[in-house]
T-cell receptor, first 115, second 114 residues
């Protein structure tokens, strides 16, 4: 199993540009989430999904869109990039709690810089 | 409101010293999970431990041990005989009966010098 994969690993954007961060998992996990990590802030939840076709907002959703058309994929879209979105983005997946494997598995991260 | 507090921003120790990383959490749920993750300089997040709210038994794994105390809402992490490879940022996290949202503390940066 590849686990949770993210592409690209690095990206530089100009203010106003749009892009999609890709996330895929091959563990057949129902739950997937996106976090951003900023210096001194820990990880903060952007959006999450509890299954295909179901998404919801986390703590810091503004400026981001998500969709979940398949169990495997959970892309994060930046509609109009701003310097405040410069961050490291982590995707995570997990089975439903109570499955005996109750933890989130994280991808390697995408480092995004917005100029 | 901050749900997970890691009051120690940075800790520096000399190799072979023991070090304890503190984590205090806040929740009204009776069912919840607590986690510790390690983030080495390479940047990935490495899962260390999960503890559910019904299991207060302390755990030891090699040089790592965890002390969970519901009475003080704490889930502290101790590294015994620290090594340079333990240098990393350590995050404590709380999940309130969900599988999709972890509330992370701001992390403790541990530096172990030879």
């Amino acid at each position: 199993n590849a686990g949770v994969t993210q592409t690209p690993k690095f990206q530089v954007l100009k203010t106003g540009q749009s892009m999609t961060l890709q996330c895929a998992q091959d563990m057949n996990h129902e739950y997937m989430s996106w976090y951003r990590q900023d210096p001194g802030m820990g990880l903060r939840l952007i959006h999450y999904s509890v299954g295909a076709g179901i998404t919801d907002q986390g703590e810091v959703p503004n400026g981001y869109n998500v969709s979940r058309s398949t169990t495997e994929d959970f892309p994060l879209r930046l509609l109009s990039a701003a310097p405040s979105q410069t961050s490291v983005y982590f995707c995570a997946s997990s089975p439903p709690w109570g499955s005996g494997k109750d933890t989130q598995y994280f991808g390697p991260g995408t480092r995004l810089t917005v100029l | 409101a901050q749900k997970v507090t890691q009051a120690q921003t940075e800790i520096s120790v000399v190799e072979k010293e023991d070090v304890t990383l503190d984590c205090v959490y806040e929740t009204r749920d009776t069912t919840y999970y607590l986690f510790w993750y390690k983030q080495p300089p390479s940047g990935e997040l490495v899962f260390l431990i999960r503890r559910n709210s019904f299991d207060e038994q302390n755990e030891i794994s090699g040089r790592y041990s965890w002390n969970f105390q519901k009475s003080t809402s704490s889930f502290n992490f101790t590294i015994t005989a620290s090594q340079v490879v333990d240098s990393a940022v350590y995050f404590c996290a709380l999940s309130e009966n969900s599988g999709y949202a972890l509330n992370f503390g701001k992390g403790t940066s541990l530096l172990v010098t030879p």
